[in-house]
């Protein structure tokens, strides 16, 4: 039950965060959209992994990597100037 959840919760992330990128609620450089995708692929990768859909679970362990690249550069750039 708490993997559907969790898989569930996942996707009202993910689909949020393209919703209010979409209409331009929220930027792609913002921690806000980085960290609603980081968590969404988060919930997946668990959903995902334990029911055993391993290109899924693969799939989102990229756009994890890719989300925490991208979080990761725009707090250095905050940081930096």
């Known amino acids: 039950m ?9 996707a009202v992330l993910i689909l949020t965060a393209y919703v209010m990128l979409s209409l331009g609620r929220i930027e792609a450089k913002s921690v806000a959209y980085q960290g609603m995708n980081i968590a969404g692929a988060a919930g997946f990768i668990v959903n995902s992994g334990i029911n055993g859909a391993i290109p899924s679970a693969v799939l989102n362990v990229i756009w994890l990597g890719i989300g925490l690249f991208a979080l990761q550069r725009l707090l250095r ?5």
């Open 2 to 10: 708490w993997v559907e959840i969790i898989g569930w919760c996942a």
């Open 77 to 81: 750039r905050r940081r930096h100037g």
